[in-house]
Structures are given as structure tokens and as C-alpha cells.
């Protein structure tokens, strides 16, 4: 299970298919991930994507144009990830304000 999250990016490109903390699961173009995401490299995003994708957790759509626009959103699977995220994250918070202050 931890083996699908693992990786730099994988939680900061879930975090935005999730729409943020309280928002409502998107549709996200690749341009607009890289956006959001400034750090990261295209290739890296295109890796983490991928792996996203054979996982099962995120759903790759291509639209035959010119040029060709692909999307990414959540599966379901993916969708049901969230909860389990955000408590995480309120882990990782409360941990952070009961460490002591480095010197």
C-alpha cells in the first residue's frame, strides 16, 4: 500500500486532484499541474503520473486535438484515498506543534 504513495511528489500532485483541503475533486490538465506544482521537473511529473496511473489511482484521459490536451483526475479508488490523507496530514500537524523548537 505505502508503495503507491512512495515518491517526492506523489502526495503534492494528489493534493491538487483532491482540490486542496476542503474542496471538491478535479479535473486537472497537465500544464495546470505543472503550475501548481512549480518544483517539480516535467519529467519527474510525468513519472509520478504514470506510476499514479498503473496504480490505479488516477485516470489519464487524452483528447485527440491538435495540440493533444490530457487531463488527470482521481479514480475511485484514488477518491478513497482522501480521508486517509487528511488524516495524515492532521498527523503530521500535530506532530509538527509538539517537536520542540531546533536551535
Partial sequence: MFRILEGRWK???LFHLFGGIDKKCQVMRF???ERAIPAISQKMLIQQ???LERDGIV???I???IPP???YQLTKVGIALRPALR???AWAGLRKEAMPPSS
Wanted: aromatic fraction near 4%; glycine fraction near 0%; hydrophobic fraction near 50%.
Fill in 11 to 13: 502526495m503534492a500532485i
Fill in 31 to 33: 500544464s495546470e499541474l
Fill in 49 to 51: 503520473l504514470r506510476e
Fill in 59 to 61: 485516470l489519464r484521459t
Fill in 63 to 65: 483528447y485527440p486535438q
Fill in 69 to 71: 490536451r490530457v487531463e
Fill in 87 to 89: 488524516a495524515l496530514l
